[in-house]
């Protein structure tokens, strides 16, 4: 069935480094979500990416959808603390389901 | 204040004792979801409703059962739960409609315990 990959599962960073997390898919993507998952805590909506090579900005969050719009992904610029939890693309395409990717799970060393 | 009530947050339970995990939503959105999350496989939808007596399978949809009387309601339904149902479960609202997908509001979450 439908499926999207999400790597990597776990990325420990020292604080102030840089982070991605990637979103692929075999079928082409109506639109694509991301979603904050803090420890303990539930999901949060970030962002919804629509159009082809779309690139959307909030403060150092980076996300962008590909020009084939089977792939998409999160960057985060000088990470902080307050940045740790579990990162989740979140796909659409099925019109009323949505397929959520297993995540990555964010751990920053201060 | 918009919220997802979920009850209850945490529940032990034993094998084939049916249980109930209520949902309700202040935001008048009509569609509404279930999700499971377990390690390592990320969140998994379990059903989803378009709008009151409207509901349609996710991907594992064994094993629970929802009903969309009211439109701020959404209650699982475990009529056996077995160990394998040992999960965190996730109740979500959205504004979303055929056509638009709008974000995904989520609940705090249930512990799911079944011995």
């Known amino acids: 069935g439908q499926q999207v990959m999400q790597i990597p599962q776990y990325q420990h960073v020292q604080e102030g480094e840089d982070f991605t997390t990637y979103c692929n898919s075999s079928t082409t993507l109506s639109n694509i979500q991301w979603y904050k998952q803090r420890p303990g805590g539930h999901p949060v909506f970030l962002i919804q990416?629509?159009?082809?090579?779309e690139v959307k900005k909030q403060k150092r969050l980076t996300f962008q959808f590909g020009e084939a719009k089977k792939n998409s992904s999160l960057h985060i610029t000088a990470t902080q603390t307050t940045d740790v939890g579990t990162y989740f693309c979140a796909d659409n395409t099925g019109g009323f389901k949505t397929i959520f990717g297993a995540g990555t799970r964010l751990f920053v060393k201060a | 204040e918009a919220q997802v009530t979920q009850n209850p947050r945490y529940l032990i339970t034993v094998t084939g004792k049916k249980l109930t995990v209520t949902c309700s939503q202040n935001m008048n959105h009509e569609y509404m979801s279930w999700y499971r999350q377990d390690p390592g496989l990320g969140l998994r939808q379990i059903y989803y409703s378009m709008n009151v007596e409207v509901t349609d399978k996710g991907d594992v949809p064994e094993g629970y059962k929802v009903s969309r009387k009211e439109k701020r309601n959404f209650p699982l339904i475990l009529e056996s739960p077995s160990p394998n149902q040992t999960s965190l479960y996730f109740c979500a609202s959205s504004p979303r409609s055929r056509g638009n997908t709008g974000e995904l509001f989520f609940g705090e979450g249930s512990r799911l315990t079944v011995l």
């Open positions: 990416l629509v159009k082809s090579g």
